[in-house]
């Protein structure tokens, strides 16, 4: 998709404060707010937008354990991957998952209030998914630079002016 430079300042603004009014925003950028929302909407029916969300402080919400799960499975048939992939999914303590390429399969990142409630969380469930063959927990010591936001700017010159 190509993004112009105003919907590029659009995201950028939105990434780093979603509760921004309409007004402040077409402000921001230079614009009246009719043709501001209608660009805002777009992106959205584009999916380009898919949501708003607030971030919070996992620590100050009792998940002070953060794990990354390098995950090898038995099977690589399509049916036992997508098998794996529903049952993570469901998962709620499974914040995020990623098939990924290189001696690993998937990558599970994994909250949780402390190390006794992880290691019964990785013992009774997640060793016990469908398929799994292999399974290493790599802890978060401190996080130096956790997702925020994605970076806007013009890549492979895939924006328009």
Known sequence: MMLNLTEMKILKL???DARVTNQVLAEKIGMSA?????????L???EVIQGYR???NRKKIGLGVMVF???VIDSHSEAEARKFEQEVTALEDVV??????GDADFLLQVVASDLDSYADFAMSVV????GIKEMQSMFVLKEIKPL???????????VSG
């Open 148 to 158: 925020v936001a994605y970076p806007i700017k013009k890549v492979s010159e895939g």
């Open 127 to 130: 060793r016990r998914l469908p």
């Open 69 to 71: 799960i390098r995950v």
């Open 96 to 101: 995020a998952c990623y098939s990924i390429g």
């Open 14 to 16: 939105l990434q780093d």
């Open 54 to 56: 607030a971030v919070l």
């Open 44 to 46: 959205e029916e584009d």
């Open 34 to 42: 009719s043709p501001c929302w209608r660009k805002v909407r777009k």
